[in-house]
């Protein structure tokens, strides 16, 4: 079947704009998770969602970020109020029900530029 | 915190020869899992090979396998009869039993060498 697919691959906005990342999970996959990738670093986690609802949002690094899952399916990571340490690598994941030690399938990321 | 520690930024390596690619973790916990996922430019973490901590026998997937130390906190991952489609960011990663998240490495760029 189909993995992960997240859209666009490719952001460029301004600094102040709205943006908004799309994830579309391995089908039946309940949990989603949401990491980013800066320059030169290895991803860091962001959220995790558990069909609809936000399981763990401990690495959201301030309000301007938001996720939503609403039919426990498709994700979208809204990020308000861009500003250019923003820029990275966003990369989406899904596992089948989040078991403990399931393997995280990944998608290919959209690179967001914040000019 | 947990952290995870790749010390190689980069390294090569000649096709058809075997690479070590090394990484630390450091936590308090026993009950954990370890990965090595492969970056390649199109971006896409593919997960080449996980170990469970609780299991003493080293993992192996075909060509690569891991030496897993758990006293030394340590997680190598060998990669026999290198290909050029082995060439990639590497990177290790640890996962808590009791969390959700990943904690990635920084990662090591390996180049194969024709």
């Known amino acids: 079947g189909a993995g992960v697919s997240q859209t666009p691959s490719n952001k460029v906005t301004e600094k102040g704009k709205y943006v908004e990342l799309r994830c579309d999970p391995i089908?039946?996959?309940?949990?989603l998770y949401w990491y980013r990738q800066s320059l030169g670093q290895g991803p860091e986690f962001l959220i995790y969602?558990?069909?609809?609802?936000?399981?763990?949002d401990s690495g959201l690094p301030n309000d301007r970020f938001f996720a939503v899952r609403p039919e426990g399916s498709v994700s979208t990571l809204k990020i308000q109020r861009t500003e250019r340490g923003d820029s990275a690598v966003y990369l989406c994941?899904?596992?089948?029900?989040?078991?403990?030690?399931?393997?995280?399938?990944f998608g290919p990321g959209t690179r967001l530029l914040v000019l | 915190a947990q952290t995870v520690t790749q010390s190689q930024p980069e390294m090569s390596v000649q096709e058809a020869e075997t690479v070590t690619l090394s990484c630390t973790y450091d936590?308090?916990?026993?009950?954990?899992?370890l990965f090595w996922y492969k970056q390649p430019p199109s971006r896409q973490m593919i997960l080449v090979i996980r170990q469970e901590a609780y299991k003493q026998q080293n993992a192996t997937e075909n060509r690569f396998s891991v030496n897993f130390q758990k006293a030394a906190k340590s997680f190598s991952l060998k990669i026999s009869d290198s290909q050029l489609g082995d060439a990639a960011m590497y990177f290790c990663a640890y996962r808590s039993a009791f969390t959700d998240k990943i904690i990635f490495g920084k990662g090591t760029r390996l180049h194969i060498l024709p």
């Open positions: 994941a899904s596992s089948a029900s989040g078991g403990r030690g399931e393997t995280q399938y």
């Open positions: 089908s039946g996959h309940t949990a």
């Open positions: 936590t308090s916990e026993s009950d954990y899992y």
């Open positions: 969602f558990q069909g609809t609802g936000a399981a763990d």
